[in-house]
Every structure is written in structure tokens, then in C-alpha cells.
């Protein structure tokens, strides 16, 4: 029972937090700068994954397979588009993470756009969308970090 009531204590909490994010973003102006600039990098590294998580079902972005290194793709089983259908998941997932827990959740989302990095770098091309997810796994430590400050840990 005790354990019960508290995985539903942790949940109540993580909603609660959740709200209060949602809150403040459409009260964005209202707030001090330091939480402004937690809870924009919070609603992007939220939405951005799970948007483009999503699109690797669809490819309405980008022929996300052309951007998957011919070494790893060697490496992995099965063919580039299911290897994509796999990164897909994996991003909604991230996404979904930093939602309920951007403390763990942002710095999973640095630890991958490194991989993106070595991935593209590895091609000897795409080096200006490499440079822009390098910029990214900055942004995600620099949401872990202010997470610390301004979300509170559930556990």
C-alpha cells in the first residue's frame, strides 16, 4: 500500500510540475529571465523530439535515412529506414522524458546529438547541420542545468 500511494505521490508531483511548466510558458513574459530561458529550452526539447520522432514515420521533413552513416548503418541490423523507424521511437521517447524529468531528459538529449554529431561528421559532409546539433547538445546541457534550479527532482 505504502508503495502504491507513493508511485501515485511521484505522479501527482510530476503533474503538478508539468502544469506549473505549461503556466509559465504561456505567462512567459511575467516570469524572471532565468526561468523564461528554462522553460523555452524545456517546451523545445519537449516538442522538437517527439515532432521529429514522429516524422521518421513519415519523411515529411527530410529523407532521414540519407543522413544515417553508411558505418552504422553497417553495423546495425536491418535496413536504414527501419534503423530510422528505431530513431524515431528512441527521439519520442527523449521527448517524453524531458517532459515529465528534464534533469535526466536533457542530458539523454545531449548524449544523442553528440551521436548525431560523430554520425554526420563521420560522412565528411553535413557539417553545417552538424555544427547546428552541436549548438543543440549545448542548449540540452544548458536546460540540465537550469533544471536543477528550477524543476525538482521526483525521487
Do not use: C
Not at 522553460?39 to 529523407?63: Q, R, S
Request: aromatic letters at 10%; a negative charge; charged letters at 15%.
Amino acid at each position: 500500500m505504502t508503495i502504491m500511494h507513493t508511485a501515485r505521490d511521484r505522479t501527482h508531483d510530476v503533474a503538478q510540475e508539468i502544469s506549473r511548466e505549461f503556466h509559465d510558458l504561456a505567462t512567459i513574459g511575467r516570469i524572471e529571465p532565468a526561468r523564461q530561458a528554462f522553460v523555452m529550452l524545456w517546451a523545445l526539447f519537449t516538442v522538437a523530439p517527439i515532432v521529429v520522432g514522429i516524422d521518421k514515420y513519415f519523411d515529411g521533413l527530410a529523407n532521414w535515412k540519407d543522413y544515417l552513416a553508411p558505418w552504422i548503418n553497417d553495423i546495425v541490423p536491418g535496413s536504414a529506414h527501419q534503423m530510422m523507424l528505431g530513431v524515431g521511437v528512441v527521439e519520442i521517447l527523449a521527448g517524453l522524458l524531458v517532459l515529465t524529468m528534464p534533469r535526466i531528459g536533457a542530458y539523454v538529449l545531449a548524449a544523442w546529438f553528440a551521436g548525431l554529431v560523430v554520425n554526420l561528421v563521420s560522412q565528411g559532409e553535413y557539417y553545417d547541420i552538424a555544427l547546428r546539433d552541436f549548438g543543440l547538445m549545448v542548449a540540452a546541457l544548458a536546460l540540465a542545468r537550469l533544471a536543477t534550479t528550477f524543476h525538482k527532482p521526483t525521487d
